[in-house]
């Protein structure tokens, strides 16, 4: 393709004992430097209390990886940090509004863009608002779907794919359109509970979510020119259905077409 690939990754939690989501983000985000991205095209966006926070004070300036141990803080972009992880700014993070002052999606017809979130989700039984929470608020499912249906209009991305993890995830991408290139994984079913996994003893924390910590270690060891997003997701969907049948098994909507795409057309540069 002749385009760019953009990248927008969103840990919306903050907190200690939410630790996993900044993990998470930090730890795709080292992943996908590898592979080439450059920074000015990698939008970041976490609360950032979590490297330096007092009850990290034993691996200050550290955040742990949940493929290798490592630490994966390090040189990841702060562009959007405490009271700037808000799901406006996400939204005007992903649209490329320059009113935010900040760092923006300035994507074009051409571009392919990957959005990653990880947060904790909101229960509401009445499924009357978004479940992906930010630190003072949910994301709206309708402004989701109206900014990838303007996004779309406007021409402002050729391909996009969004891994939401959060619990009951599906709910925000049940109206989804399937013709505006877009498609979106939700880690788990409208009524299902997202399982936080990898504890580790020395902090006191899990460091990472079932499906987030499958992901991350898939495409830690993936070949991106050779595998598509269906040799990961489908493989993770049949083997969470034999371990968890009423557990958090992965869904998919919009153009499911795109999970035949090559993991380079989005993650490689």
């Not at 209390?49 to 004070?57: G, L």
């Not at 229960?123 to 309708?142: A, I, M, R, S, Y």
């Not at 049940?174 to 299902?192: E, G, H, M, Q, R």
Request: charged share 25%; net charge negative.
């Amino acid at each position: 393709m002749s385009g760019k690939k953009w990248i927008l990754l969103v840990a919306g939690s903050k907190d200690w004992a939410n630790y996993r989501h900044q993990a998470n983000v930090c730890g795709l985000y080292q992943i996908i430097k590898k592979h080439g991205i450059p920074d000015e095209q990698i939008v970041v966006m976490m609360y950032d209390d979590i490297a330096h926070n007092p009850d990290n004070s034993k691996f200050d300036g550290q955040i742990l990886s949940v493929v290798d141990d490592s630490n994966v803080y390090s040189h990841v972009p702060k562009d959007y940090t405490r009271e700037d992880v808000t799901p406006e700014n996400f939204l005007a993070a992903l649209r490329g509004d320059t009113s935010t002052q900040k760092k923006v999606i300035e994507s074009g017809p051409n571009d392919n863009i990957y959005v990653y979130m990880s947060s904790l989700g909101k229960e509401d039984e009445k499924f009357l608002e978004g479940p992906f929470q930010f630190p003072e608020n949910t994301l709206n499912p309708d402004a989701l779907n109206e900014t990838l249906k303007s996004m779309h209009a406007e021409g402002k991305f050729s391909k996009m794919v969004i891994f939401m993890e959060c619990s009951y995830s599906a709910r925000m991408f049940k109206d989804l359109p399937d013709d505006i290139n877009v498609w979106a994984l939700a880690s788990c079913k409208k009524d299902v509970p997202l399982c936080p996994s990898d504890y580790n003893d020395e902090r006191g924390v899990y460091i990472s979510d079932q499906f987030s910590s499958a992901w991350l270690k898939d495409l830690n060891t993936a070949d991106f020119t050779t595998e598509t997003f269906n040799h990961k997701i489908k493989a993770r969907q049949s083997k969470f259905l034999k371990q968890h049948p009423d557990g958090p098994c992965p869904c998919v909507f919009g153009n499911k077409d795109y999970i035949k795409c090559h993991l380079s057309e989005f993650l490689q540069q």
